[in-house]
T-cell receptor, first 116, second 109 residues
């Protein structure tokens, strides 16, 4: 299994500002993922972040709004840019333990973001 | 990835088996069935996954029908701590997970 930490655990931000969320894994992994969970909703995949390549974004999510970095095999960041109250959500990162071979995914504890 | 459908909510008496169904009628041959649960907006917790055969681990059992169009997660002796939202996901690589609405399980004392 993989142990994943996220920083910050929660934050309250003003409209129009940006927040960078960090995701740290205790082992090297090829694939990392970012999800959003809006209040009372299920999880929605934002993007896939592989080390050494550009992140792949899902429909409805764009790089200008959610830039992602993946500088090495244990770390990734997600920035929520020019925030509005609609961005208030829990943001979660996850990792694939098997390198895409049908293994389980492990999730971080999430970052709870409130935008005023 | 295949779309899954689950009942919105279920109740189960403490100590009894909880049987959570999932329909994935459009699943393809190389797609696994994964089960996760989420307690109080924490990060989802992995429970079990399988491809064709039934699987069992220390947490639960997964029963997949022969045609693979549906599956059932079984928690053999539900406790109050099993109260959570349970998600069934079909994915062909174990990578991108597309979550449905899940089943909110309430274990009743």
């Amino acid at each position: 299994s993989a142990v994943i930490s996220q920083k910050p655990s929660r934050d309250i931000c003003q409209r129009g500002t940006s927040l960078t969320i960090q995701c740290q894994v205790d082992s090297q992994v090829t694939m990392m993922f970012w999800y959003r969970q809006q209040p009372g909703q299920s999880l929605t995949l934002i993007a896939t972040a592989n080390q050494g390549s550009e992140a792949t974004y899902e429909s409805g999510f764009v790089i200008d709004k959610f830039p992602i970095s993946r500088p090495n095999l244990t770390f990734s960041t997600l920035t929520v840019s020019n925030m509005s109250p609609e961005d208030s959500s829990i943001y979660l990162c996850s990792v694939d333990s098997s390198g895409g071979l049908g293994g389980e995914q492990f999730f971080g504890p999430g970052t709870r973001l409130t935008v005023l | 990835d295949a779309k899954t459908t689950q009942p919105t909510s279920m109740d189960c008496a403490e100590g009894r088996a909880a049987n959570l169904p999932c329909n994935h009628s459009t699943i393809s041959g190389n797609e696994y069935v994964y089960w996760y649960r989420q307690i109080h907006s924490q990060g989802p917790q992995y429970i079990i996954h399988g491809l064709k055969n039934n699987e069992t681990n220390e947490m639960a059992s997964l029963i997949i029908t022969e045609d693979r169009k549906s599956s059932t997660l079984i928690l053999p002796h539900a406790t109050l701590r099993d109260t959570a939202v349970y998600y069934c996901i079909a994915s062909n690589t174990g990578n991108q997970f597309y979550f449905g609405t899940g089943t909110s399980l309430t274990v009743i004392p």
